[in-house]
C-alpha cells in the first residue's frame, strides 16, 4: 500500500510564495503520472497541475505562470511551487497519481491571506 505525505503548506499574504513537497512510502514518482490536486472550502477537489513520468507538465489555467510542478528523483519527492499567491489559492493541497486511485493522504494547508 502507497502511502503519500504533503507538507510545506502555511499561512502567507497574498503574493507570497511557498513550496510543497509530497513524497511516498515507495519509489513510484518515476514511473507514473502525478498531480498536485486541491479543495477549497465548499468546492469539489481540482487537479491544479500534473507531471507525467517523462516530465511534460500541464496546468490548470488559474496557476498558469505562478505555480510550477517539478519531480525529484533523488529525494523521491513531487513538489509545487508556488508563487504570487492568491486568496483564491487558499485550500487543502494534496498530491495524488493521475487518475488518483491512491489513497489519498492527509493533505497540506493553504491560507493566502493579509
Known amino acids: 500500500q502507497v502511502q503519500l505525505v504533503e507538507s510545506g503548506g502555511g499561512l502567507v499574504q497574498p503574493g507570497g510564495s511557498l513550496r510543497l513537497s509530497c513524497a511516498s512510502s515507495?519509489?513510484?514518482?518515476?514511473?507514473?503520472?502525478m498531480a498536485w490536486y486541491r479543495q477549497a472550502p465548499g468546492k469539489q477537489r481540482e487537479l491544479v497541475a500534473s507531471?507525467?513520468?517523462?516530465?511534460?507538465?500541464n496546468y490548470v489555467d488559474s496557476v498558469k505562470g505562478r505555480f510550477t510542478i517539478s519531480r525529484d528523483n533523488v529525494k523521491n519527492t513531487i513538489d509545487l511551487q508556488m508563487n504570487s499567491l492568491k486568496p483564491e489559492d487558499t485550500a487543502v493541497y494534496y498530491c495524488?497519481?493521475?487518475?488518483?486511485?491512491?489513497?489519498w493522504g492527509q493533505g497540506t494547508q493553504v491560507t493566502v491571506s493579509s
Open positions: 515507495r519509489s513510484i514518482f518515476s514511473f507514473i503520472d
Open positions: 507531471i507525467t513520468k517523462v516530465g511534460n507538465t
Open positions: 495524488n497519481r493521475v487518475p488518483a486511485v491512491i489513497t
